[in-house]
């Protein structure tokens, strides 16, 4: 029981196909009163044997010259010559084999043999055009099983790091200091209190929804990147200044939500924080060789070697890697001793 259960289906169809091929030739001699005898049987069981072999023969080719893998119009090249050729082989190995062991039927010996040749070839094609098509159906069907599975698992590890994203962002922290310097602006200037108050809804609104998009426009991305400066300048106030080179056509491409606030936040975290005059923080966006560019410019530099470790840049890579593979990169780097780059290049689709 063990053993048949480690039968592959593979095998199992091979074994039903040309079976059930042998029947059939049964049944058609049966219903036209053929004489159906010894010889009859073991013709019917050498054809169906020679034919699981040469098949098997043909998808060992099929998977040694990685058909599938190939174009769609060079699979068809190799479909009808794979047809044609093993075709002609099943007919040459088939009559060769019946004739030594002098088991060809009275009246196929009285054909010429390059018209039974012919003949044989013919009714060939035929079974394995069917085999063939089988095959391949199959594979593109199973091809498009695993694409879906794969992509049905990128989304979701992307659904994980956008969560994970947003509740890195969702800090205490940054609330409580947000909240305190509103605080202290209600009764000296109750206008900027309740813009602040605005500014920091937007944040954790955009925040809430981030997980329900893929990916949002860039203008919407941008527009909770400068509340989030504008929060933070009132920390701040003279230590933080802050820029933007912004290329309008840029505003409509799609970007990962809260990638631009990751860097952002990082460039006053990890640069302007440290300094004890504070800094500035340059966000630029523009096209770059068939590229978004987006890039986060802040007083600082780097430590030692570039390290990876830290969140907000991995998870940066790490989402940049699902949704665009190596079409999409990211690049720190010091750019002088006072400033440091994040350099994010995402595929523009023509």
Known sequence: ????????????????????????????????????????????????????LLTHLMRWLIIRMNVMQKRIDQQIIYFVSLTIGFSVLYSVVSLSFLRITNLLSQEVKNFN???????????????????NLIYFVYHYIERFRKQQIESLKAESLIRELQLQTIKSHINPHFIFNSLNSIRALVDENPGRARTAITELSNILRSSMQAE????VPFEKELNIVKDYLALEQMRFEERLKVKFEIDEDTLD???????LQTLVENAIKHGVSKNVSGGEVTVISRFSDLHHELIVRNTGKLNGSYNAEGFGISSTMDRLKLMFGDKASFVLKNTNETHVEAVVQMPVQV
Request: net charge positive; charged share 10%.
């Open 1 to 52: 029981m063990q053993a048949i259960k480690r039968i592959s289906a593979y095998w199992w169809c091979q074994v039903i196909g040309w079976g059930g091929n042998a029947l059939m030739n049964f049944f058609y001699a049966w219903n036209f009163k053929r004489d159906i005898n010894t010889d009859f049987v073991l013709r019917s069981v050498i054809l169906a044997v020679l034919g699981l």
């Open 113 to 131: 043999f390059s018209s039974l040749l012919a003949g044989f070839a013919v009714n060939a094609a035929i079974t394995l055009l069917v085999w």
């Open 212 to 215: 329900k998009a893929e990916t």
């Open 253 to 259: 491409m799609p970007v990962p939500p809260m990638m």
